[in-house]
């Protein structure tokens, strides 16, 4: 089964090229609160060249206290559909909610929970860290998901 997503105007469409949904993660961090419009952002983690984008995007850069960012939006919609960051080279961020199957998705780790919003309740034994994980203890999360 092909994994295909894409923005809410129609103009920007992908193909994930894996076989499953990739594992994702909600970052309560107070730029993806802001960035989302929301209470936190949905993320997938996937190496640079697995993400074939058809449509025209549009930038958005941003450096300060945290790593570089990279965002790259529909030129029409502006739905933000991933971002690459100098923490994370050789990869990007997805947003996850963009996919079409987003219904299947079931976070694997929350990060940034010292920001979460306090209605939030988040479900028992996921793992989470107040801030960013070490990278290797992120890779762990990821790797110890449920099938
Ligand atoms: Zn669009
Ligand atoms: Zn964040």
Redesign the pocket.
């Known amino acids: 089964m092909k994994i295909t997503g894409?923005?809410?105007?129609?103009?920007?469409s992908y193909v994930v090229a894996t076989d499953n949904l990739p594992p994702s993660y909600a970052c309560h961090c107070l730029d993806c609160q802001t960035t989302s419009g929301s209470a936190f952002g949905l993320h997938a983690l996937l190496p640079e060249d697995a993400l074939q984008i058809t449509?025209e995007l549009s930038d958005y850069r941003y450096e300060g206290a945290h790593p570089a960012s990279h965002h790259r939006l529909?030129?029409?919609?502006?739905?933000r559909i991933y971002n690459t960051t100098s923490a994370a080279p050789g990869m990007l961020v997805l947003r996850a909610g963009t996919l079409h199957n987003s219904a299947a998705i079931k976070p694997i780790a929350h990060i940034w929970v010292k920001r979460r919003q306090p209605w939030l309740q988040l479900a028992e034994g996921t793992p989470s860290w107040p801030e960013s994980p070490t990278p290797e203890a992120f890779a762990q999360a990821l790797q110890a998901r449920p099938v």
């Open positions: 894409g923005c809410h105007c129609g103009a920007v449509g529909c030129a029409h919609c502006h739905t």
